[in-house]
């Protein structure tokens, strides 16, 4: 974990904290740092572990990663941060990347299949269908599960790949192995009254929640089906703070659904440098 360089201007670093530490966030820090951002940014991961990309991030010099440390509370007048661990940190804005979560609990074998759920999982799945294809010599024959905008964005994908969907909104009990061989994914579903489905690929487009648990603690204002509500360049209802990624909500529709992650996170950035820029920061006790 690498500590922020001190500064050496008398007019104090501006402090970004970002809450959460998946795609999105990963993506704005490093929008930041190719933006040159002058100031520090710590990153609130809930992972105990210690994956490559978060290391890599960790080594940039205005970067802190505090592993295990998620965000638990929000107090917007002060602009401070507590972990659940009780650590509390100072920021001058906030961003908020928390993600999202399943709504059910995960169908037996999922692992072994596809998944949809943001508008980055399109490449995935592209790259996939191209090895089923090119395995099969034919081409494939898709089993969607799901409903809603995940699942209308998921056929779109695997038509637009030649993939032929065959797509159920019932909720299986079990994905099964393919039988053409361990290069294939996942090619079955069975349901609770033991009847079944098969293709050539299976894909879970199923509800997913926004993880906005945060929003109370700052009295952010929140979307109707979830999310943290923001306006189109990522502010949130309260001065100070941001969303992006799967924890926020655009008119209604979760973002992940909208904007993918990389997208989302350039703009955030663009946003947050000229905040820091131009707004004027009041000082708050560490």
Not at 40 to 60: G, M, Q
Not at 71 to 94: H, P
Request: aromatic content about 4%.
């Amino acid at each position: 974990m690498s500590a922020p360089a001190p500064s050496t201007s008398s007019t104090p670093a501006p402090r970004i904290v970002i809450a959460g530490a998946g795609p999105a966030a990963q993506a704005l820090v490093r929008q930041l740092d190719g933006a040159r951002f002058r100031g520090t940014i710590t990153v609130l991961s809930n992972r105990d572990d210690a994956p490559a990309e978060l290391l890599d991030l960790a080594e940039l010099p205005q970067v802190s990663v505090r592993f295990g440390q998620p965000a638990s509370f929000i107090d917007a007048d002060s602009r401070t941060v507590t972990t659940a661990d009780g650590m509390e940190f100072s920021y001058d804005e906030l961003v908020i990347a928390t993600g999202s979560a399943p709504a059910a609990s995960p169908v037996a074998g999922a692992g072994r299949c596809l998944s949809y759920s943001t508008i980055d999982d399109a490449a995935r799945i592209g790259d996939a269908v191209k090895e089923v294809t090119r395995s099969l010599g034919r081409r494939p024959l898709g089993i969607l599960v799901g409903t809603g905008a995940a699942a209308g964005q998921a056929e779109a994908v695997l038509r637009a790949r030649g993939v032929r969907p065959i797509r159920t909104t019932v909720r299986p009990t079990a994905v099964v192995h393919s039988i053409a061989g361990a290069g294939l994914t996942a090619a079955g579903i069975v349901f609770e009254d033991g009847s079944s489905m098969n293709g050539d690929l299976v894909v879970l487009a199923e509800e997913r929640v926004s993880r906005d648990g945060l929003a109370a603690s700052a009295g952010l204002a929140t979307a109707p089906n979830g999310g943290i509500a923001i306006t189109k360049d990522y502010r949130t209802s309260v001065p100070g703070v941001w969303a992006i990624g799967d924890a926020a909500a655009f008119d209604g529709v979760r973002l992940g659904l909208l904007v993918a992650a990389a997208s989302a996170a350039g703009a955030c950035a663009t946003q947050l440098m000229t905040a820091v820029a131009t707004e004027q920061r009041v000082p708050v006790a560490a």
